[in-house]
């Protein structure tokens, strides 16, 4: 009896305890929520600062195999140049492009360290200060077109990364001389340009000329001297130790464009309008195998190779001439599973990502990218209708089998199938 007339009265003081050791508990789990939640807050409220720190151009770990006893090749650097990221994607889907919602993505932790970082300043006479490099650079690009661009840059590599881990996992990651022969180098301004013919190719071979000291208009560089002359070289022409450095240091830049639409404009430029060249070399072998009963005019002169004909050539697997570079897959021209590319543009939105590269390159305020046709100037810029008007004189085989050509490219580049075209 007298045992219980003791714990009685101890009974409501356990309880007590109790109930002030579970709100203590919750009050810490409280108070450990505010504060991630302000420190969360205060990354925010930093973004606004992004213009006034430079951003870090850190060369990464190459990805080629630790064995590296060929002198014959070159190991694929990953790019130096690292886009800001930011925590809350902003899309910019282009509706001439035919660009695909690439859908969410996940921000690392290693990634939300770039929230700091900022656009490049530009190499101008102007004062250092971080307030006048911010409205030097807002007069080009406002925050929130730098954060749009920069984003869509993010997501095009982020694909071209998913499609080669997927469909080109037997790419070797060495790089040869080869790989390297459409990529143009301009020292000046530490860029590499991959020319994909028909996606505004000849300007910016006439900018690279301008940036590099060599021209100071563009408009007044002509087709032969932007295509022929000697002033740009290509990167294969340097040595091992040189297009290792290059592709470690400098900016990687490619154009691309719809791929139906670039094979049709190329068709247009070759083949429809006087060039001795592409008749000699390409018309007669197209005409001689796919022309039932030529004439013999049309087999001396090569002119009037039909795009029926042509597509015929193209998806030929025993084609008697080789592929050219004007209607090559991007993909294979560029080699973007071997070599990490900073700037992915397209032609489709070329005004606004040229000029975003050149503000990013330092390149001269006042150069922007020409934008005129220097080769039968007379007829219309191809667009997608009228890429359409010459898929409709092919049957519906001979439409699906130019796709499957360049379905990588579509993948790769993130271009929706054309079903208007195809279908």
């Given at each position: ?120 300043n530009q190499r101008t006479n102007s004062s250092p200060s ?294």
């Amino acid at each position: 009896m007298l045992g219980m007339k003791w714990r009685m009265p101890l009974d409501p003081q356990c309880g007590r305890r109790r109930r002030i050791h579970w709100l203590f508990l919750f009050l810490l789990l409280f108070s450990a929520g505010g504060l991630l939640l302000f420190l969360q807050q205060l990354d925010q409220s930093e973004m606004p600062q992004l213009a006034g720190v430079k951003l870090d151009r850190t060369v990464l770990q190459s990805r080629e195999d630790k064995d590296q006893g060929k002198s014959n090749v070159m190991p694929s650097p990953i790019s130096p140049m690292q886009f800001p990221q930011f925590w809350k994607r902003e899309q910019l889907i282009i509706s001439g492009s035919q660009e695909q919602d690439l859908g969410s993505q996940r921000i690392s932790k290693k990634h939300r360290k770039l929230l700091k970082t900022s656009p490049p300043n530009q190499r101008t006479n102007s004062s250092p200060s971080s307030s006048s490099s911010f409205s030097s650079l807002s007069g080009l690009f406002s925050l929130q077109r730098w954060r749009k661009v920069s984003s869509l840059m993010q997501q095009r590599q982020q694909v071209i990364k998913k499609m080669c881990a997927k469909y080109k996992t037997n790419v070797s990651k060495t790089i040869t001389q080869q790989h390297v022969k459409n990529i143009f180098v301009e020292d000046k301004h530490k860029l590499l340009y991959c020319q994909v013919p028909k996606s505004g190719c000849s300007n910016w071979k006439r900018t690279l000329m301008v940036l590099a000291g060599v021209a100071s208009d563009p408009h007044n560089i002509s087709h032969d001297t932007a295509h022929f002359g000697s002033t740009l070289q290509t990167l294969n022409n340097f040595d091992r130790q040189g297009i290792i450095r290059r592709l470690g240091s400098y900016t990687k830049v490619m154009f691309v464009r719809e791929p139906l639409e670039r094979l049709v404009s190329a068709y247009r430029d070759k083949f429809e309008n006087p060039n001795d060249y592409y008749h000699t070399n390409f018309g007669k072998p197209i005409i001689s195998k796919y022309r039932p009963n030529a004439s013999r005019s049309a087999l001396e002169s090569g002119s009037g190779v039909t795009f029926q004909e042509f597509v015929q050539y193209l998806v030929d697997v025993h084609r008697p001439i080789s592929i050219d570079i004007h209607w090559e897959a991007a993909n294979q021209l560029c080699n973007p599973c071997l070599i990490d590319y900073d700037f992915i543009g397209k032609f489709e939105n070329m005004a606004e990502e040229s000029d975003l590269l050149l503000r990013l390159s330092g390149a001269p305020r006042n150069l922007k990218l020409p934008n005129f046709k220097d080769r039968n100037v007379a007829d219309e810029r191809t667009s997608m209708k009228i890429t359409q008007k010459y898929f409709a004189q092919l049957g519906m085989l001979e439409r699906q089998r130019v796709y499957d050509y360049y379905y990588m490219d579509y993948l790769m580049f993130n271009y929706s199938k054309p079903l208007q075209i195809l279908y």
